[in-house]
T-cell receptor, first 117, second 115 residues
Framework: AQSVTQLGSHVSVSEGALVLLRCNYS??????LFWYVQYPNQGLQLLLK??????LVKGINGFEAEFKKSETSFHLTKPSAHMSDAAEYFC???????????????FGQGTILTVHP | DSGVTQTPKHLITATGQRVTLRCSPR?????VYWYQQSLDQGLQFLIQ???????AKGNILERFSAQQFPDLHSELNLSSLELGDSALYFC??????????????FGPGTRLTVT
């Protein structure tokens, strides 16, 4: 079974500061990894994903994440936070092709990011 | 706008009742996923359909059922509702099946309140 752990349910940063949201996963097969963002009263939007290949993945809005197999981690970073980044962020894992879960996502518990002026 | 539509946006009903949530996937997407988001359980996968057939099941209660119709829209039926069923229900769609190769696009959700 797959699982995702997001360290820290709340993260607070100042505008312009580095954003670091932590995610560790557990998977018995090579995983596909995702970060989604959820703004208040909205659905989830994909920020970035790792499937295969380059382990440093760039996404939208200046976010990036690095897949580290040895650490089973997929932490999300952004060099300089904006007020508009305030939202809830979810890390998720799914089976790769050949798995039987047909792409269902297993989510972490979410991290609420607050950005202070 | 993801292109996935869900109706209704909000639903308030009483315990013991039955409701139907509707999802229209993005044009051309064959796969539909249903997720439940609650404060206790977080975001959980319920069920997936691909081109009309059920393909994967998660932590879906027996009181819940779903189907995907020939026009590819999907409905999630929740019956004998309990207070604990109050949650945000998301539908997502993707073009295909192959794990994470196809991005899942999420709808805005239906907020269900059971009183």
């Amino acid at each position: 079974a797959q699982s995702v752990t997001q360290l820290g349910s709340h993260v607070s940063v100042s505008e312009g500061a580095l954003v670091l949201l932590r995610c560790n996963y557990s998977s018995s097969v090579p995983p596909y990894l995702f970060w989604y963002v959820q703004y208040p009263n909205q659905g989830l939007q994909l920020l970035l994903k790792y499937t295969t290949g380059a382990t440093l993945v760039k996404g939208i809005n200046g976010f990036e994440a690095e897949f580290k197999k040895s650490e089973t981690s997929f932490h999300l970073t952004k060099p300089s936070a904006h007020m508009s980044d305030a939202a809830e962020y979810f890390c998720a894992v799914s089976d790769n092709a050949g798995g039987t879960s047909y792409g269902k996502l297993t989510f972490g518990q979410g991290t609420i990011l607050t950005v202070h002026p | 706008d993801s292109g996935v539509t869900q109706t209704p946006k909000h639903l308030i009903t009483a315990t013991g009742q039955r409701v139907t949530l509707r999802c229209s996937p993005r044009s051309g997407d064959l796969s539909v996923y249903w997720y439940q988001q609650s404060l206790d359980q977080g975001l959980q996968f319920l069920i997936q359909y691909y081109n009309g057939e059920e393909r994967a099941k998660g932590n879906i209660l027996e009181r819940f059922s779903a189907q995907q119709f020939p026009d590819l829209h999907s409905e999630l039926n929740l019956s004998s509702l309990e207070l604990g069923d109050s949650a945000l229900y998301f539908c997502a769609s993707s073009a295909g099946l192959a794990g994470g190769l196809y991005e899942q696009y999420f709808g805005p959700g239906t907020r269900l309140t059971v009183t």
